[in-house]
């Protein structure tokens, strides 16, 4: 109990900073791992527990090299590992993980949306584009209405058979929609120009493979060579944990 009181508080607090100043600081997921690490070895969980959190921090760290989110999200990945290794076996433990993608995939695409929501130059953009390839659109609604209708016309009625591929071709062409709109979200409200004096350590430039706010050293070089340059903003993803470790939870009762 003491762990899950600890671990809730760790996310709670890493989710406020995040929402707050999109910054979490550094040394609360060591100090976090550090007690959980204390109470897994009180408990004869460590094994367990390291387990667990090497194994989370290598896929969070396949996803910091690959520009999927900052450094810091492993971290707290790594942290809950510690964490869930000292409460639960491993396939509840992974359970979580895989509610992370879900419930992260859930939360990127609704904090698109309402940071976006007053933006008229998003919607417009959006309309836009729907409107220029509503002609391939449609084609592809129909083709996928076709591909999907014939093997399923073999086993299942007419009936069945059309509600199915009329769903399933939507679906497609609704992912694809979401798609575009979440990238035109990424490029007129995720990134911006600004003066290099206003350029501040931690910001992330735009063209960087990796979520990694700049240093000062950077920075000085940065404000010799240029007057404006592109930052980006990632979505302030820690809310995503402490949302999957509620769902988990609740699964299991």
């Known amino acids: 109990m003491l762990t899950l009181l600890l671990l809730f508080l760790f996310l709670i607090i890493t989710s406020y900073q995040d929402l707050k100043t999109t910054e979490i600081d550094d040394k609360l997921p060591y100090l976090f791992s550090f007690l959980f690490i204390l109470i897994s070895l009180t408990n004869n969980t460590f094994f367990n527990s390291l387990i667990i959190a090497l194994t989370f921090y290598t896929i969070g760290y396949i996803f910091y090299v690959t520009g999927q989110w900052g450094y810091g999200d492993t971290a707290i990945l790594t942290t809950v590992g510690f964490a869930l290794g000292s409460i639960f076996e491993f396939e509840k433990a992974f359970l979580y993980l895989f509610n992370v993608f879900v419930f992260g995939a859930l939360y990127i695409i609704a904090y698109s949306f309402v940071i976006s929501f007053k933006n008229k130059k998003v919607r417009k953009v959006f309309s836009e584009r729907v409107v220029k390839n509503k002609n391939r659109l449609m084609l592809a609604f129909f083709v996928l209405l076709i591909i999907f209708y014939l093997p399923y016309s073999f086993v299942l009625s007419y009936e069945y058979s059309l ?91």
Request: aromatic share 14%; no cysteine; glycine share 4%.
């Open 163 to 253: 509600v199915l591929a009329f769903a399933l071709s939507s679906l497609f062409v609704l992912l694809y929609l979401l798609m575009t709109y979440l990238k035109i979200v990424d490029r007129i409200v995720m990134k911006r120009k600004i003066p290099i004096e206003k350029l501040k350590v931690g910001d992330v430039i735009a063209d960087s493979r990796l979520w990694r706010g700049i240093t000062k050293k950077e920075l000085q070089e940065l404000r010799k060579k240029k007057k404006y340059v592109w930052v980006k903003e990632g979505v302030r993803f820690a809310p995503a944990f402490l949302l999957a470790l509620i769902f988990t939870l609740l699964s299991w009762f």
